[in-house]
């Protein structure tokens, strides 16, 4: 039976707290994130066709969260076919508007969750801190992606693992 949830306060605050700007909170112009791509709000990935009147107002960037967010909690929903408290899914939808639905989607946090195997599929956070550095090509770990991981894992495991 497919999960139905939808994203908390809890999902809503771990973004706040990882995808702001380069001066703190959201951003209201365009910056480059540590993946190299064009970002705004709250880590919002400017696609090609997409235009902002400048700056972004905040209302502005909390309706393309919902809007981002709405898309990756769909994306979770959609791939995990095993019963999920509802901190697991927000972890799941915060760590797949990061990582991208399609590395979401060849996980091995995503396998073997689908197993049931919800502890080992915790230990799967902690794998995920690296990323390409835009310079040189090179995986690099993040300590920002470190923090980030511990947070989801965290949130993940906080109502235990039987949901």
């Not at 999960?3 to 702001?20: C, D, G, V, Y």
């Not at 898309?71 to 076919?81: C, D, I, S």
Request: aromatic content about 8%; proline content about 6%; charged content about 20%.
């Amino acid at each position: 039976m497919p999960n139905t949830l939808s994203p908390s306060s809890a999902a809503l605050e771990l973004i706040h707290e990882f995808e702001q700007g380069p001066q703190g909170g959201m951003a209201s112009v365009p910056y480059r994130c540590s993946a190299g791509k064009l970002t705004i709000g709250w880590g919002h990935v400017i696609r090609d066709h997409e235009q902002f009147v400048m700056p972004l107002t905040a209302a502005q960037a909390d309706a393309l969260l919902q809007q981002d967010l709405a898309q990756f909690a769909a994306g979770v929903n959609e791939r995990v076919t095993v019963p999920l408290t509802q901190s697991m899914f927000d972890a799941l939808a915060c760590f797949a508007f990061n990582v991208g639905l399609g590395a979401f989607a060849g996980s091995t946090l995503l396998r073997l969750l689908n197993q049931r195997f919800y502890a080992a599929a915790a230990e799967q956070f902690p794998r995920w801190t690296k990323a390409t550095d835009p310079k040189t090509g090179q995986k690099i770990i993040l300590p920002g992606l470190s923090r980030r991981r511990a947070a989801e894992r965290a949130l993940f495991e906080r109502d235990g693992m039987l949901p």
